[in-house]
């Protein structure tokens, strides 16, 4: 199973934690760059904050607020101030586009592999900041590492999901000494509020076998509920584990992946009329058009691509499974997820 091939993995979980968390993301690049700031005093100071050293050439003295505008939205950054002299983040005026970037590149990795010095100490590196010292690193990883775990384990008892979408990325990581492939399983839901939430993210080398299962069981044990329709590609292993940890929610085949997976169907001189005819499916008032018009297309496809009539005709009740859900329901599943929103590029 694949994510957006547009989206390189070390981008895909930064998006998803951006489009999916906002205010996740905003807490913890204010945690981060907060704690580079406070560092970089502590190095001018010549000694850590309240604390007593024959090494200390100045000490601080509160802090100022000042706005910092990012894709998730403005955060009040508290900049320390010194008792003698002046302390500015110059990476932050100077690299604010870099800074944002790197600080959110830490993050996503964060949230999937856990936080070491080494993942902290690279993007410092790369905003030019200098003098800081290992033990301050570790603190700042320990800090981030915090706020992480608390998310991750965070209890989901505030209110029912009725719609869940799950999906995952194949990677490839070191392990051991060996480079062997991973899947990172993400779960997204619209929760009680209408808002989508990223219920869970998770590295596993298990898709097939124990890896679903063992995840969705987790957000169950965390107190995911109310679940009334799962949406995800047809992996077997994760269409079995749905329907063994899930009870009562039914299922529907993510139309995005099975567009992906319809288009290797025909040729690809014949991908843009094919895929834009698949689309109209979905784009109907009631349940009776939505069945009448997947009649319509497996029939028009028939004459020039009956491989891919076949296929759409084998798919019909797993890819139209939303119709029974009133059809204000539809648009809330359509404009709540992005991989749903996205028209699939053709495969060539």
């Known amino acids: 199973m694949a994510a957006d091939p547009s989206v390189t993995p070390e981008q895909w979980p930064a998006k998803r934690i951006e489009t999916g968390e906002p205010d996740l993301l905003r807490s913890m690049v204010k945690t981060m760059a907060e704690a580079l700031m406070s560092a970089e005093a502590d190095t001018l100071c010549g000694a850590g904050y309240g604390e007593r050293s024959d090494e200390r050439t100045n000490s601080r003295n509160g802090y100022r607020k000042r706005e910092w505008d990012t894709r998730a939205g403005s955060i009040e950054l508290a900049i320390p101030k010194l008792r003698s002299g002046s302390y500015f983040p110059h990476w932050l005026l100077e690299r604010r586009r870099r800074a944002e970037q790197a600080l959110i590149s830490l993050i996503a990795t964060s949230y999937l592999l856990g936080v070491s010095t080494r993942r902290v100490d690279k993007p410092v590196e790369q ?14 990883a320990k800090v981030l590492d915090e706020q992480v775990e608390a998310f991750r384990t965070r209890a989901l008892d ?41 219920l869970g993210l998770e590295v596993t080398s298990a898709e097939d076998g124990a890896g679903w299962p063992a995840f969705l069981r987790g957000l169950v044990a965390r107190g995911l509920s109310g679940v009334q329709l799962v949406i995800s590609d047809c992996h077997a292993g994760l269409v079995a584990a749905i329907g063994a940890t899930l009870a009562g929610a039914a299922w529907r085949r993510c139309r995005s992946h099975y567009l992906r997976n319809l288009l290797t169907c025909v040729n690809k001189s014949a991908q843009p009329f094919v895929a834009p005819l698949v689309r109209t499916i979905f784009d109907q008032p009631d349940a009776a058009s939505v069945r009448t018009r997947h009649a319509w297309v497996v029939q028009t496809l028939e004459a020039k691509h009956p491989a891919a009539a076949e296929h759409l005709d084998a798919a019909r009740e797993d890819l139209i499974a939303f119709a029974a859900f009133p059809r204000e329901i539809w648009t809330q599943i359509w404009s709540n997820n992005p991989q749903e929103r996205r028209q699939p590029a053709a495969s060539g």
């Open 127 to 140: 905003l030019g900041i200098e003098h800081i010292s290992k033990s301050q690193v570790s603190q700042m």
């Open 158 to 198: 505030a209110g029912p999901c009725t719609f869940v979408w799950l999906d995952a990325l194949t990677q490839k990581v070191r392990e051991g000494g060996r480079i062997i492939n991973v899947h990172v399983l993400v779960a997204t839901a619209v929760n009680a509020d209408g808002r989508r939430e990223i």
